[in-house]
């Protein structure tokens, strides 16, 4: 992973965020799911292959090339200071769709 320091700032943000919902609510079972909802969450936006999920919504079904080279097995990072996504909006549909989704839920779960 490119960004320890953003990994670590989001467990240290969930763990702060099950301290809460554990002191409010004296629940250990909504703790867990705070825990499950935050480390899957982590896990969809820091974990995945972005080099690969940031072209076209069309082209993820087809395998990635490689250029051809001695520097093949390294994967070149272009544009690092800029911003990490492409706007697509049919992914930003989609994420938005399940995380708020997935918030509601963990919401009505939290608030019961």
Do not use: H
């Amino acid at each position: 992973m490119d960004n320890d320091a953003a990994l670590r700032t989001s467990l240290v943000a969930l763990a702060a965020l099950m301290a809460v919902v554990g002191l409010c609510s004296f629940s250990l079972k909504k703790v867990l799911a705070t825990y499950a909802y935050g480390i899957l969450g982590i896990a969809v936006l820091l974990l995945p292959d972005w080099e690969f999920f940031d072209r076209d919504f069309s082209q993820w079904f087809t395998p990635m090339t490689v250029p051809p080279g001695p520097g093949a097995n390294r994967i070149v990072r272009s544009g690092a200071g800029r911003g990490r996504f492409k706007f697509y909006p049919l992914r930003v549909a989609v994420l938005s769709a399940i995380y708020c989704f997935g918030l509601y839920k963990w919401w009505m779960f939290v608030s019961s």
